[in-house]
């Protein structure tokens, strides 16, 4: 079988990333797997050397315009496997000349719905009619998928991968950082947008503190390349100082390495995945924190909902600040969380996820 993967690579994205993974995984098991990639957008700087896949890509389309070398290309290929996101593909023009014009069988990896409204009508239904499958890891993008009028048939849902990692012992991986034994540390972790609450958790930093003095929040992940410009980590950095906090209290790592994730879930007491997106998507950055090996607090958003964890309300910081205090001092409760995690991140990890993509693309082959 000759696949082609329609996605960003060797970016600063999750899309690259999940595309990544799976594209990994799918090699191991002795399917030929292509990149058909993105030019890097918004420029070069995005580019990550430090993560490439194992197997071969290329550039052959930007969203900013028509997708003529991707169709061309779209040739070779047994199988297309598109990994979509409306911001890739918000031309609906363009969109449904690409589907059209794609002749090997399409399945389409949906990792973010929106309600059905009158805009995007004519995108979606042309988008039913003419995939052979469409993949959604959640429940409720199933369902969303189902408001849309999306065939039953064509819907399979997948779950997002999970990367099984091993994680440092705590006291290792805090020498190996230059952190305090002693301190409770605070993980946050991903791209930092407004949408992850990290501004409330500087503020229940500052009360936490009261409890533990020595207490430590670190943010492991730096902005997004799209945005750059945004003014949200000054807010944040703005507000630290406001706080009294200092570059001891609050560590914001900028985008890290491969080999240097284990260490920074490795020191954590707890991570706190303080979402309020809204909406209907898997969070990868949550299925890397599945593989911690540490406690997760989240907050009840959607795209965490596969993803096991002390649960609390979205926009309640107070509740977030007693759900975070409650894990810290219950050794127990952590104890059933980790299990709760490693039990679902061995269930997601890529090679079963791979083996379900595999069954999916041997069907329609």
């Known amino acids: 079988m000759q696949l082609g993967i329609v996605a960003p690579f060797a970016v600063r994205c999750g899309i690259c990333t ?16 292509t990149g058909l990639s993105e030019f890097p957008f918004p420029d070069e700087n995005v580019i990550t050397k430090d993560f490439q896949p194992s197997f071969p890509f290329f550039n052959c389309w930007k969203r900013t315009e028509f997708y003529n070398d991707l169709i061309k290309e779209s040739k070779k290929y047994d199988l297309i496997h598109i990994q979509h996101q409306y911001g890739l593909f918000n031309n609906t023009n363009a969109w449904v000349t690409l589907l059209k014009s794609i002749k090997s069988k399409k399945i389409l990896t949906v990792h973010d719905m929106v309600p059905p409204n009158e805009q995007l009508l004519t995108y979606f239904n042309e988008t039913f009619h003419l995939a052979d499958k469409l993949i959604v890891h959640t429940p409720t993008c199933y369902e969303m998928l189902l408001r849309w009028n999306c065939p039953k048939e064509k819907i399979v849902q997948i779950p997002h991968g999970t990367k099984l990692i091993d994680v440092p012992n705590k006291d290792v991986a805090r020498e190996t950082l230059g952190l305090p034994k002693d301190a409770k540390i605070i993980l946050s972790w991903g791209f930092i947008w407004e949408s992850k609450g990290i501004l409330e958790l500087i503020e229940i930093l500052k009360e936490i503190k009261k409890t533990y003095p020595e207490a430590i929040f670190i943010h492991a992940g730096g902005v997004h390349p799209i945005l750059q410009k945004s003014q949200y980590l000054g807010k944040i950095l ?25 260490t920074y879930f490795g020191v954590a007491d707890v991570i706190v995945l303080n979402y309020a997106r809204g909406s209907a998507s898997a969070s990868g950055a949550g299925h890397r924190a599945m593989s911690g090996h540490r406690p997760i607090v989240k907050s009840d958003d959607n795209c965490l909902e596969d993803i096991p964890g002390f649960t609390v309300p979205r926009f309640s910081s107070t509740e977030l600040y007693q759900g975070i205090l409650k894990v810290l001092e219950d050794k127990k409760l952590q104890e059933e969380l980790i299990s709760q995690a490693d039990k679902s991140a061995k269930e997601t990890s890529w090679q079963n996820v791979a083996l379900m993509h595999k069954k999916l693309y041997d069907e329609l082959t």
């Open 238 to 262: 703005k507000t630290a100082v406001q706080f009294g906090l200092t570059p001891k209290d609050l560590i914001i790592t900028g985008w890290l390495p491969e080999e240097s994730v284990p």
């Open 18 to 33: 999940y595309s990544t993974y799976l594209g990994n995984a799918l090699q191991n098991l002795k399917i030929s797997v």
